[in-house]
């Protein structure tokens, strides 16, 4: 749970994204080519409370491919957007990598811990959108 307390001590920027936006599609498909499964987008815009616009949640089935997904994500978001992070956390153990844009986080987890922390459920007011191929 110490990846969504790391949220809170950071302000979303001015600048608005939407599912079509080129950071969101760039995740994605930097998901998508290391294999990450279940991928999903919660649309957090219309909650008042959400610490981001976006969140996009995907499954790894080990730790190495954990670090894959979440190195990839990286450095395709900084080659194809000039982004870097704001904010990771998680390499140390593998279980949950989260990876802070200001707007959009990121989450590489494991399937016993996306299913403990449920986090689309408890962002359930969210839109929800599935990107798996």
């Not at 079509?20 to 080519?33: L, N």
């Not at 080990?62 to 957007?81: G, H, L, M, S």
């Not at 200001?102 to 494991?110: D, F, K, R, S």
Request: aromatic share 8%.
């Amino acid at each position: 749970m110490e990846q969504l307390a790391s949220l809170t001590n950071r302000k979303k920027s001015a600048a608005r994204l939407t599912r079509s936006s080129k950071i969101i599609k760039t995740i994605i498909a930097a998901i998508q080519e290391k294999k990450g499964e279940n991928i999903i987008s919660l649309d957090l815009r219309k909650i008042n409370e959400a610490v981001a616009d976006f969140f996009i949640i995907c499954e790894a089935g080990n730790q190495p491919q954990i670090r894959a997904i979440a190195e990839n994500v990286e450095y395709q978001v900084r080659e194809k957007c000039g982004e870097n992070p704001y904010h990771h956390e998680g390499y140390s153990s593998l279980h949950w990598v989260l990876i802070d844009y200001v707007n959009v986080v990121v989450h590489v987890m494991l399937p016993d811990n996306r299913k403990f922390y449920r986090l689309e459920e408890m962002w359930s007011d969210a839109a929800a959108k599935e990107h798996n191929e």
